[in-house]
């Protein structure tokens, strides 16, 4: 009798052990899901679900101050903040501050990335002094290097930024542009080739340029005998280019082995490509979308005389869409149109009144950022907190000084501000395009004065 009570106790105590440990297991497991969603408890012992946020700052070692109070933790870093609004200030000895206002989602990442803080004891230092104007200075995209001309000449000039001394390369092009003046310049993404649009009179011809090899120069026109009003990279190598021949006829470029496509659409105004779509605006205002072996979708059509902009683009693997409309912006999020799917199936999450009608459309920063221009207005969405933003700068004469901060030249000064016209500063005296090297240590900028054209730098992290 006392073995079968003893035998039957430890059972019992066996079962609610094992009770005690599945609860265990169990609280444990809803505890971290709700820590991995964001649920914190507060100072004033109350539970409640944050957002997280990742900071990070041109130079590290920034004193993070939330909302008045400072962090112990100095960029880069992250923080975990319950929902609403929050100032964020950095600061850091001997650079000026900076500081944004942002808005805390339940469980959302936000990635601060851009905050840019600069040395406040500068010393402008000459780089190169000319006696002419130059007549046009591109920074490369990954920021390593800046080609430049000095006074309409086809002698350019390489400069290579990536270390503490700029070195220079000369670019003799005198034979292949003879006769042409170079109205534009664009570098692709890898930044190893340049499109130049160059004008013989009124007629532009297009012209690549491969870096390392310069002398291999190729006329997109007399390469294919056709007339382009319009070219752009599609690839990131630059091997692969959009054009319009004759204002009309949209065509792809395929430079590795010199082929030209067949006639893609017919009465194009503007085309937009994202992956292997490609949608464009046709002269009857509608919107439509490229098909292989059929008819072309119809997106949407507009009225006749209102003024329409399309860009496609992505981000995080999502698919955006953005039509303006005269003064209006649509921004669409989905799968984009196809025979089995209309416009209506994209998610509408923008739809405002930017108070101007745009000349472009753009994707920036790291294809994050899309923006609408026209002259020193400027409207743009950042996709990563879903946050739209107008502005004006301080003047049109407008350039991305690194892939977040715009630079405007007004009164021979360069001001800057984030890309949402937040944190305008006053930086130094230019009249030229100024950009920041890719390894954040130096800006160079250009100025004129006393009848010579300076390349001028600074020191912007020490």
């Known amino acids: 009798m006392y073995r079968e009570r003893k035998k039957k106790w430890r059972t019992i105590k066996l079962v609610i052990t094992e009770i005690i ?75 000026d501050s900076w500081t944004k206002t942002f808005t805390s989602e339940l469980g959302r990442l936000i990635k601060i990335v851009y905050p840019r803080l600069f040395l406040q004891d500068r010393t402008p230092e000459t780089m190169r002094e000319y006696e002419y104007p130059i007549s046009f200075f591109a920074p490369a995209t990954n920021r390593d290097a800046v080609l430049y001309s000095v006074d309409n000449s086809n002698r350019w000039v390489l400069l290579d930024v990536r270390g503490d001394d700029a070195i220079e390369k000369e670019i003799d092009l005198s034979e292949q542009l003879e006769g042409l003046a170079v109205a534009d310049v664009v570098w692709d993404e890898d930044s190893d080739k340049v499109l130049v649009k160059a004008m013989r009179g009124d007629s532009p011809e297009w012209l690549l340029v491969n870096i390392s090899d310069p002398e291999s120069i190729i006329s997109l026109n007399k390469e294919f005998d056709m007339d382009f009003s319009a070219a752009w990279f599609i690839s990131d190598n630059g091997e692969k280019l959009m054009v319009l021949q004759n204002g009309a006829n949209l065509r792809t470029i395929d430079l590795s082995n010199k082929t030209i496509s067949g006639v893609l659409a017919k009465d194009v105004v503007m085309a937009t490509h994202y992956n292997d779509k490609v949608l464009y605006l046709n002269n009857k205002n509608e919107v439509r979308i490229l098909q292989e072996n059929s008819d072309d979708i119809i997106v949407s059509t507009f009225d006749e005389g209102q003024k329409i902009n399309i860009l496609a683009s992505g981000y995080v693997d999502s698919n955006y869409l953005t039509i303006t409309v005269d003064d209006k912006m649509y921004i669409y999020l989905g799968d984009y149109p196809d025979s089995n799917h209309k416009l209506d199936d994209m998610k509408l999450i923008l739809e405002k009144s930017i108070g101007f009608v745009p000349d472009t459309l753009s994707v920036e920063g790291f294809d994050e950022l899309i923006m609408a221009r026209a002259g020193r207005k400027i409207a743009v969405f950042d996709a990563e907190p879903d946050k739209f933003s107008t502005f004006e700068v301080a003047s049109d004469q407008i350039f991305f000084v690194d892939s977040y901060m715009i630079g405007a030249i007004a009164d021979g000064k360069l001001i800057v501000s984030d890309f949402d016209g937040t944190n305008v500063r006053t930086l130094t005296s230019a009249t030229g395009t100024a950009f920041i090297t890719k390894n954040n240590k130096w800006m160079y900028y250009l100025f004129s004065g006393n009848g010579k054209t300076i390349i001028n730098r600074e020191q912007i992290i020490d």
């Open 21 to 95: 440990m599945v609860v265990a297991v169990i609280a444990t497991v809803v505890l971290l899901t709700f820590f991995a969603m964001g649920y914190r408890v507060d100072k004033d012992g109350e539970l409640g679900q944050q957002g997280l946020f990742q900071i990070q700052s041109h130079p590290t070692g920034a004193v993070v101050t939330i909302d008045g109070e400072d962090l112990l933790a100095h960029t880069n870093t992250t923080k975990l903040l319950s929902a609403g609004e929050h100032t964020i200030t950095l600061t850091k000895d001997g650079y």
